[in-house]
Nanobody
Framework: QVQLVESGGGSVQAGGSLKLSCAVVGYIVSGCEMGWDRQAPGKPRELVSRISSVGTTNYADSVKGRFTISRDNAKNTVSLQMNSLKTEDTAVYYC????????WGRGTQVTVSS
């Protein structure tokens, strides 16, 4: 059974930083695209960032220059460093793995206060 387990969420003031991590259990994701999505209350889920199997990254315009995605294939993990957080970054963040099938974690709450 494939499991994606997120950690690192929490509450922070605007301008602060958080680092999210996602550990994948039950599947070797070195050949998969990985990423993070988020869903704010009352809004649809949106793409935050993706990283390919070879390390090519892309970001939503709203987070470019503030968030950095990375992966460690040896540890089967993907991370999201979030700096200069804004109140509009408040959401549940979901880790994702796009392999032969697609997998998502249960999400971790990020709350940014003014």
């Amino acid at each position: 059974q494939v499991q994606l387990v997120e950690s690192g969420g929490g509450s922070v003031q605007a301008g602060g930083s958080l680092k999210l991590s996602c550990a994948v259990v039950g599947y070797i994701v070195s050949g998969c695209e990985m990423g993070w999505d988020r869903q704010a209350p009352g809004k649809p889920r949106e793409l935050v960032s993706r990283i390919s199997s070879v390390g090519t990254t892309n970001y939503a315009d709203s987070v470019k220059g503030r968030f950095t995605i990375s992966r460690d294939n040896a540890k089967n993990t993907v991370s999201l460093q979030m700096n200069s957080l804004k109140t509009e970054d408040t959401a549940v963040y979901y880790c994702a793995a796009f392999c032969r099938s697609n997998y998502w974690g249960r999400g971790t709450q990020v709350t940014v206060s003014s």
